[in-house]
């Protein structure tokens, strides 16, 4: 039993710790690659191309001075950006982020929490999520920051709803809530009994990009990141931040987009599996290249993040909802009802 | 006493939290603080759910109460922009009126509860209780009428809310 705990806290600081440190290089990796985008080097002066920019950034951060709003509500103001950050950090803990490792005849799961409802569990701490924004928005007083909490919170809570009926359809597809049972049954590549890839996003390609829109959105980058427009609204939500705590919403988001990248993998691609899995033997030599899989395809997701947000430009506020509710809500209810009637024909339900 | 279980500990402490963030959601001046009181209480009766084994029902307690119709509180309260500065001060017979209907609430409530503990409990000491599959079944075998008939209200209520947010109906 002790074990077992000790086993399950070192693994909980494991990713806690990957988490934030590729949500810092996410930061160098984005001013890299829009430097690409923009024929410019980017970051190149803190250690050799860079690398230590994350670092300068983070210790510049800490240092600056801190500035608390003489009028804005105190409690409020301080609890918005540790809110935020709770949220995105808490979702990582159920995600399998690689098979079974066995040591000494034992398993040890690369898993935090195998909990029946995962699914649910992440719809849940996300649904969370936008009272950071909001709580730091209002407490600002200040009319740019408030707008741009209302905006962020109507786009997560329209935006919701086209990616919970899309996860139901994912969910009508594999017949699960466990986020364990969902990546296992993507074993491999190519499913010899149904003689069809075994990954979710070749058995309903239209649920995975009507997702990946919605997590565009959920995670308030380009090109839905109304919510801090600096074109209209200064800094959004976060302008009247200094210091650490405007680290903290900005570091926020970037966790978010790892999580979710995290997420998509598994639901959509397959998760840790890989193909020809089956013909390594050692068990633990395929849990290390599962488990680089899964980072490498969720650092894929990231980079498509960045790519996505260097490339295409902004919505208009009235452009994002009407997409959310009159095309993404309505085809993903046609999805879901066409992938119900699929799966009543062909009998697995 | 002599041996308390882990679970009378975890229903303590969430029955302790629950009661008075309740308490004090109601008497903190500021609504966005209640707003907040009112979100640990849901916080706490999602716990009291997982206590009962009944998971299912706790994250959708958080997914809807907590993450959807709080959220939509706080807009109301953030767009009106309410403090306790602009709060309208309600004459003396409304104050009254509201006290009486409460107490008469209250009786009511108590006069239903009285008869509670001889309630059969539903096994919640069955681990897979809670679980969707069985939670399925049971709604969709056992109640699938009133289920429908739950949707259909939502559905109405949906085309109500759109109506009423429409400024100009032709």
């Known amino acids: 039993m002790s074990t077992y705990i000790i086993y399950k806290l070192i693994l909980v600081v494991a990713v806690f710790a990957i988490s934030l440190v590729i949500a810092m290089y996410s930061t160098y990796g984005e001013r890299k690659i829009a430097g690409f985008f923009q024929d410019r080097l980017g970051p190149n002066r803190a250690g050799p191309f860079g690398i230590l920019q994350p670092v300068a950034d983070g210790v510049k951060m800490f240092m600056k001075e801190e500035i608390i709003p003489n009028v804005s509500n105190k409690f409020l103001f301080i609890l918005g950006p540790g809110l935020a950050m709770l949220t995105s950090l808490c979702t990582s803990a159920v995600i399998p982020w690689g098979p079974d490792l066995v040591i000494g005849g034992v398993k040890y799961p690369l898993q935090v929490a195998d909990i029946n409802i995962g699914v649910l569990y992440l719809f849940g701490v996300v649904s969370i999520g936008v009272y950071g924004i909001m709580f730091g928005g209002w407490a600002s007083n200040n009319k740019y920051s408030l707008i741009g909490a209302l905006r962020s919170s109507s786009q997560m809570i329209s935006y919701e709803v086209a990616m919970g009926i899309s996860a139901i359809t994912l969910i009508m597809i594999t017949g699960s809530l466990s986020t364990t049972q969902i990546v296992e049954q993507q074993h491999g590549f190519y499913n010899e009994h149904s003689h069809w890839l075994s990954w979710n996003v070749f058995k309903n390609p239209l649920t995975f990009l009507i997702f990946f829109i919605c997590a565009l959105a959920e995670t308030n980058r380009a090109p839905f990141d109304l919510p801090e427009c600096e074109t209209e609204l200064v800094g959004g939500y976060h302008t009247e931040y200094s210091s650490m705590k405007l680290g903290f919403y900005l570091f926020a988001e970037y966790v978010n987009m790892f999580i979710s990248s995290a997420v998509m993998a598994l639901f959509f691609f397959g998760g840790y599996n890989f193909p020809w899995m089956d013909q390594i033997a050692n068990p633990n030599a395929v849990a290390i290249i599962g488990t680089v899989v899964m980072f490498s395809k969720t650092i894929f997701f990231i980079f498509l993040f960045m790519w996505i947000r260097w490339t295409l430009p902004r919505f208009r506020y009235d452009q994002l909802m009407n997409l959310g509710w009159k095309i993404l809500i309505p085809l993903s209810i046609a999805n879901m009802i066409a992938t119900g009637i699929l799966l009543w024909a062909t009998g697995r339900i | 006493m002599g041996h308390i279980t882990i679970t009378q500990i975890l229903f303590g402490v969430l029955s302790f939290v629950a009661i008075i963030s309740g308490v004090l959601m109601i008497f903190t001046k500021n609504p966005i603080y209640s707003v907040l009181y009112l979100i640990i209480t849901f916080f706490a009766i999602a716990g009291h759910y997982i206590l009962l084994n009944a998971q299912f029902l706790a994250v959708v307690h958080v997914i809807v109460y907590a993450g959807a119709i709080m959220v939509l509180f706080l807009f109301v309260i953030m767009m009106l922009n309410l403090n306790k500065d602009t709060e309208p001060h309600k ?60 949707s259909v209200l939502f559905l109405a209520a949906m085309v109500g809310a759109v109506m009423l947010s429409k400024k100009n109906i032709h």
């Open chain 2, 91 to 150: 004459p003396a017979w409304i104050q009254i009126a509201a006290v009486t209907a409460g107490g008469i609430m209250m009786v009511t409530l108590v006069g239903a509860l009285k008869g509670a503990d001889q309630m059969k409990l539903a096994q919640p000491n069955d681990a897979n209780i809670g679980l969707v599959n069985n939670l399925g079944k049971v709604l969709f075998n056992d109640f699938l009428v009133p289920f429908e008939l739950s």
